[in-house]
């Protein structure tokens, strides 16, 4: 199948992405409920959201939020794990509908300072044990802090990893946007209550993209390309791409789309983060046309992740037709009237040849 005009596919589920709050969450929150059926919502917000209460205060402002773009729109807001997550947080956050808690070791991106100690693990592990038992899924930024070279990070976490997976084997374990062909293998060769979500970015970049884009002209260092972990090397990519063709249900889409305000991205110390939700389906239609794997997107896009969740949804159907565009520069973020600040999307001013034709 090369050249397909318009064809249907169920609308997609993201597995991970970022919300955020306040205006920006109004207008991401919007754009996000336009192409997906719904999304599991990070919890490293600031203030970050802890218990039940507060995950199900969030996702009502996300549904509200919503209500204008997809009525149907389901956020599932997670918990965000700290050194004081008692079994008596997660069981009550199950009660109230939490399907998982998101474990971000100290300092190693956004909002994270608040993280998890990596060398008392083991503190946790009643907290770890609770989730287990409730079925609470725990989903991991799989990379060390500290003193690690950057691009080793993801591998150095891979030894927490395996010790997680082998003292509660019944955990449902996702480890978030991997990056690396090692990670793909690891997930691979670990028992089935492990599995992986893999971003849209991170099937596009190395961090050539970040560093030295070979589109520009002496043009160095794309901070909108700039995330954590940071895109690795053409064969990680590649073989990345492979699995999300793959048809493997362990591995399954989370855009890990994270908008900042554009002075946060263009600036000396910058944020991580690629927002990629305006282009997200397109581009990954895209990639699966190249790869004459569009008998396999809905797998990714929407079924893997959700059945490894357990969660059912009978989905609608989204119409894609092959009609070029051209992304805009940047999106306003306004507050009613009033102008607040701008985001700028992954692909910014580029063309991409897919289009989502209805919603
Ligand atoms: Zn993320």
Redesign the pocket.
Known sequence: MTSVPMFRIPRPFDM?T?LRQGPLMRLVTRLTARHFDGAIV?PNTNPPILTGEDACRYQSDIMRSARGANASFLPLTLIKLTMETTPDIIIQAKKLGVVAAKMYPVGVTTNSADGVDLDKLRELYPTFKAMEDTGVILCI?GEVGGDVFVLDREEFFFEYLRQLHRDFPTLRIVL??ITTKAAVDLVRNLGKTVAASITLHHLFLTLNNVLCDPVGAGEFLRPHHACRPYAKRPEDRDALVRAAISGDPKFFWGT?S?PHPFDKKEADCCAAGVWTTPVALPLLVELFEKHEALERLAGFSSQFGLAFYGIKRRTRMLTMVKRAWTVPLAYDVRNGAKFVTKIVPFRAGQKISWKVARY
């Open positions: 991970h970022h990070m930024h978030e946007h890990d994270a």
